[in-house]
Each structure stands twice: as structure tokens, then as C-alpha cells.
């Protein structure tokens, strides 16, 4: 190789290197510095979040809603800024309400790789844009600050899901927390909106271990290959592919929870409310 067509190839592979560099580090730095962005929309249109016959994971979550008294309001979507290596990740929401108890369910469906799986939520907004809000999960947890109760329960079950939301919103209400009259979604969006924004710094400690290891593992590879071979073709290669093999570990771990997610689904949608401990208090 001519001189010159190789310095043309070392420097274009420097310039591939950081793009990729900034591409992949970027959202991850943001979302361990300055906590996941948050945003959503939606419109009322009951007819719009029937099911069409493509989904029988939401199908049979629909039918369950339906059964407990709540009724369509109308589809949405969720978006996540700087959510982990990637910069943006959008959900579709449909969102439901029961007049009767004062209380809102929406579900969430996500892109690849956890298409194919409904998860469902449970909220109830208070006087004061106060929040409670009940998800499936993988297993219990809860975040509860002055204006926000967070849990998370280990069944996709949704009796049980919406037994322990009715719980814990009895708990809160004879505590004096005074419940919000309106049903709207637009009320429901903003309410989340805020929840979000006031939570958005809560689990960055969390975060962070694993983005620091990742860096230094990634910086001291780079740092050595340069201080070995110099700004030459290879430095950039491993800058590049170890990134590649970060991001393929990142995909690997997603595909495998996401068919966990369905598999458990289906066993705890299939399977009697209550019948089982998992999840319990």
C-alpha cells in the first residue's frame, strides 16, 4: 500500500472510530450523569386501541381490563431519552380508566427485542399531581418518595396486579391523600410526566458501577494500543470492535430477559389469580 492511500485508510478509520465512540458513549454518559429523559403523547380514541387480531398477548390483557370495569380511552406512546446505550427507545401505550374506582391501567408494549410482550400498569393520580403507580416486574421493589409510591410486583397476572394497586391505594387514601376526579389521559400523561421528572436522578448510583467498568476496561484498551502502536490501524479497530462487543452482550442480555419476560407472562396470565406466592406481600 502507496503512503498516501494508507494514510487516507488510518484516517478514515480514526474518524469511523469516533463516530462510533460518541454514537455509543454519549447516551450512556447522559443517562449515568443527568438521570433518562422522558416524554408522552396521546389522543382519546377508545376504537383505536381494540385489538386487531395481530397481538394475543394484548388481546387477552385487553379482555382482563375489560372484565375489571376498566374502559378504553385511547392510544399514546412513552419515549426514553439516553436509556442506556441507545439515545431514544419509543413504547406504544393504550391507555384505559375506570370511572367507577377513580383509577387509570395503561400497558406498554416495546420495540425489539421485547415484542411480543404487554406489560401492564396500574396508576391513580392525587390532588397535588401526586402519583401511584403499580408494574409488573421481575421481581418486587418500590420507590416511595413524598409525592410518588412506585411498586413493582413479580406477576404479570393482572387480578393480582390490580388487588394490590386497590391496597395500596386504600393505604394512601386513608392516609389523606385525596384523590384526582379527572380521567383524562391528557391528566394521566402529565401526571406521569412529572412523576418522571421528579424520579429522574433516583437511580443513577445504580448506574453508574457498570458504566465506569465498562469505560475504564474500554479506555485502558484504546489507551494501550495507541501507547504500544501508535496512531497507526489498529487503535481504532479496538476501539471499535470492543464497543461491538459490548453492544452485542447489551443485545444478547435483552433478547434473553425479553423471552423470560414472555415466557413468565404467559404462566402468570394463564394460571388463577392468587393462586400462586410469587409476588406476594
Not at 503512503?3 to 469511523?16: D, G, H, N, R, S
Request: charged fraction near 20%.
Amino acid at each position: 500500500m502507496d503512503p498516501e492511500t494508507e494514510w487516507f485508510v488510518i484516517a478514515a478509520l480514526w474518524a469511523a472510530a469516533v463516530v462510533w465512540v460518541a454514537w455509543n458513549w454519549v447516551p450512556y454518559f447522559l443517562m449515568c450523569t443527568v438521570g433518562t429523559g422522558y416524554e408522552s403523547g396521546g389522543t382519546e380514541d377508545p376504537a383505536a386501541i381494540e385489538p386487531d387480531g395481530t397481538d394475543p398477548d394484548y388481546a387477552g390483557v385487553y379482555a382482563t381490563l375489560r372484565s375489571l370495569g376498566y374502559e378504553p380511552l385511547g392510544p399514546g406512546f412513552m419515549r426514553l431519552w439516553f436509556a442506556g446505550w441507545q439515545w431514544a427507545m419509543r413504547t406504544r401505550v393504550q391507555a384505559f380508566a375506570s370511572r367507577s374506582a377513580g383509577r387509570f391501567a395503561f400497558t406498554l408494549q416495546y420495540p425489539f427485542p421485547l415484542s411480543g410482550y404487554t406489560q401492564v400498569f396500574f396508576a391513580a393520580c392525587w390532588a397535588d399531581g401526586r402519583l401511584l403507580l403499580t408494574m409488573s416486574g421481575p421481581a418486587d421493589d418500590a420507590v416511595r418518595t413524598d409525592d410518588d409510591v412506585v411498586e413493582v410486583k413479580a406477576t404479570d397476572n393482572v387480578h393480582e396486579l390490580e388487588r394490590y394497586h386497590r391496597e395500596a391505594a386504600d393505604k394512601l387514601r386513608s392516609s389523606g391523600w385525596r384523590p384526582d376526579a379527572d380521567l383524562s389521559l391528557d391528566n394521566l400523561l402529565a401526571v406521569t410526566r412529572e412523576s418522571h421528572r421528579r424520579r429522574r436522578g433516583l437511580g443513577l448510583t445504580e448506574q453508574r458501577p457498570l458504566f465506569r467498568l465498562l469505560f475504564g476496561v474500554w479506555l485502558a484498551a484504546t489507551a494501550g494500543s495507541v501507547w504500544f502502536l501508535g496512531w497507526d490501524a489498529v487503535p481504532p479497530l479496538v476501539s471499535i470492535g470492543l464497543l461491538a462487543v459490548y453492544r452485542g452482550l447489551d443485545l444478547k442480555g435483552r433478547i434473553e430477559f425479553a423471552r423470560a419476560a414472555r415466557s413468565r407472562a404467559a404462566a402468570d396470565r394463564a394460571r388463577e389469580p392468587h393462586t400462586s406466592t410469587t409476588g406476594a406481600q
